[in-house]
Nanobody
Framework: QVQLVESGGGLVQPGGSLTLSCAAS????????MAWYRQVPGQQRELVAI???????SYEDSVKGRFTISRDNAKNTVYLQMNALKPEDTAIYYC????????????WGQGTQVTVSS
């Protein structure tokens, strides 16, 4: 069974930085897209950043230039480096992975809280 385990959330002051990590474990031979989403209570979950197996990336407009998504394919791990954090970045951040082989499926992490406040 595939599991995604996140780490790295916490409390940070405006302008600060955090790095989130998400490691996929289990029966995995090939991973397609990996991504980070975030959700504020009462609002829909939104895509923050996505990275393909090729390394190509895409970002939500409000985080462009501040956040960087990367991945280590050998470790089936995705990262989100967050700089110049703003209070409006406060949310629960979820990682996502689209597994292709041996079993195709879409998986979510349990979520990690990021709070940006002075």
């Amino acid at each position: 069974q595939v599991q995604l385990v996140e780490s790295g959330g916490g409390l940070v002051q405006p302008g600060g930085s955090l790095t989130l990590s998400c490691a996929a474990s289990g029966r995995i031979s090939r991973v397609n897209n990996m991504a980070w989403y975030r959700q504020v209570p009462g609002q829909q979950r939104e895509l923050v950043a996505i990275i393909a197996s090729s390394g190509s990336t895409s970002y939500e407009d409000s985080v462009k230039g501040r956040f960087t998504i990367s991945r280590d394919n050998a470790k089936n791990t995705v990262y989100l480096q967050m700089n110049a954090l703003k209070p409006e970045d406060t949310a629960i951040y979820y990682c996502f992975a689209h597994i292709l082989f041996p079993e195709t499926g879409m998986y979510w992490g349990q979520g990690t809280q990021v709070t940006v406040s002075s």
